[in-house]
C-alpha cells in the first residue's frame, strides 16, 4: 500500500513535470523549464526514500525541500495559467464588447435605411398615384375631347347638309325657272331680233354653267345620294364625276355586305374625296382604282 502511495506520488510529479515542459516549448519561458527540472527530480525523491530509508541527508530535509518547491513551482504554475486564463477571458471580452458595439452600430445604421427605404416606397406609391389619377385625367380629357370633336363635326356635317339643301332645293330651282323664262324669251324674239335671240342662249348657257356649279358644290357640302342610296352609290357616283372632270379613270370595288351607320358612311366618303383630291393634285396618274372591303367585322 506504502509503495502504491509513492508511485502514484512520483506518477503526478511526472505528470506535471511534463505540463511544465510543454509549457516551455509552447511559451519558450525559462520558469516553465525550471520547474519541469525540479518536478522531474523530486519524482524521484519518494522512490529514494523507499529503497534507502536509512539515508539522514535524503531522508531528513532534502525530500521535503523538494517537495515543498514542487509545491511552489506548480502554484506558480497554476497562477500563471490562470493568469493567462484570466486575459485571455478579458480580451475575449472586450472583443464580445467590441462585437456587440458594432452590431449595434449596424443595427441602428439599418434601421436607419429601412426607415429611409419606407420614406421612399411611400413617396413612390404617392407618385405612381399621382401618376395613375394623371392618367385617368388624360384618358378623361382625351375622352372629352374626342366627344367634343365629334360634336363639332357632327354640327358641321349638319350645316353642311343644311347650306347643301338650301343651295339644291331653293337657288337650283330658281336657276331652273330662270333658264325656263330665257328660253321662252329666246323664242319669242327669234323672229323680230336674232340678236337679241343670240345672247338670250348665251344667257341661257351661263345659267345652265351656273346651275352646275351650284349642284356640284351642293354635293362638296354634303352628297345627298349617301343619305338617299347609301355608301356605294354614293362613292361610285364620286368617282365617275372625278373621272370626267379630271380625265383620270378610276374603277370601284365594294364588298361590304352590312349597312354601315351613317357616321361611319359619312366618314370613308370624306376619305374618297380627300383621296381622289390628292390623287389629282400630287400622283399624276394615268388612272386610279378605290377598293372598299370588310373583314373580321
Request: net charge negative; glycine share 4%.
Amino acid at each position: 500500500m506504502e509503495f502504491s502511495f509513492i508511485l502514484a506520488t512520483a506518477a503526478a510529479r511526472i505528470a506535471a513535470a511534463w505540463m511544465a515542459f510543454r509549457l516551455h516549448q509552447r511559451h519558450r519561458d525559462q520558469r516553465f523549464g525550471i520547474v519541469a527540472f525540479v518536478l522531474a527530480v523530486t519524482a524521484a525523491f519518494p522512490l529514494i526514500e523507499y529503497v534507502s530509508p536509512n539515508s539522514s541527508l535524503l531522508g531528513s530535509w532534502l525530500p521535503q525541500l523538494g517537495g515543498a518547491l514542487a509545491v511552489l513551482l506548480t502554484a506558480l504554475i497554476l497562477v500563471r495559467t490562470l493568469t493567462a486564463l484570466l486575459q485571455a477571458f478579458g480580451e475575449i471580452q472586450a472583443a464580445n464588447d467590441c462585437l456587440e458595439q458594432r452590431v449595434a452600430d449596424r443595427t441602428a445604421e439599418l434601421r436607419t435605411v429601412n426607415q429611409f427605404l419606407g420614406k421612399e416606397v411611400v413617396e413612390r406609391k404617392k407618385a405612381e398615384e399621382a401618376v395613375r389619377d394623371s392618367e385617368e385625367a388624360l384618358r378623361s380629357s382625351e375622352n372629352e375631347l374626342r366627344r367634343l370633336a365629334g360634336q363639332l363635326i357632327a354640327a358641321r356635317e349638319e350645316e353642311r347638309r343644311r347650306l347643301a339643301r338650301e343651295l339644291h332645293d331653293d337657288l337650283s330651282q330658281t336657276l331652273a325657272a330662270l333658264a325656263l323664262e330665257l328660253a321662252n324669251i329666246r323664242i319669242k324674239a327669234k323672229a323680230s331680233d336674232p340678236r337679241v335671240s343670240e345672247g338670250l342662249i348665251s344667257a341661257e348657257g351661263r345659267v345652265h354653267a351656273l346651275a352646275d356649279s351650284i349642284h356640284d358644290m351642293s354635293r362638296l357640302l354634303h352628297p345627298s345620294i349617301l343619305d338617299d342610296l347609301g355608301l356605294e352609290a354614293a362613292i361610285r357616283a364620286e368617282c365617275e364625276r372625278f373621272g370626267e372632270r379630271e380625265g383620270i379613270p378610276v374603277s370601284f370595288d365594294f364588298d361590304v355586305a352590312e349597312r354601315l351607320p351613317d357616321d361611319y358612311s359619312l366618314t370613308l366618303y370624306r376619305i374618297v374625296q380627300e383621296a381622289l383630291h390628292n390623287i389629282s393634285k400630287h400622283a399624276a396618274a394615268s388612272d386610279a382604282s378605290v377598293t372598299l372591303l370588310s373583314a373580321d367585322g
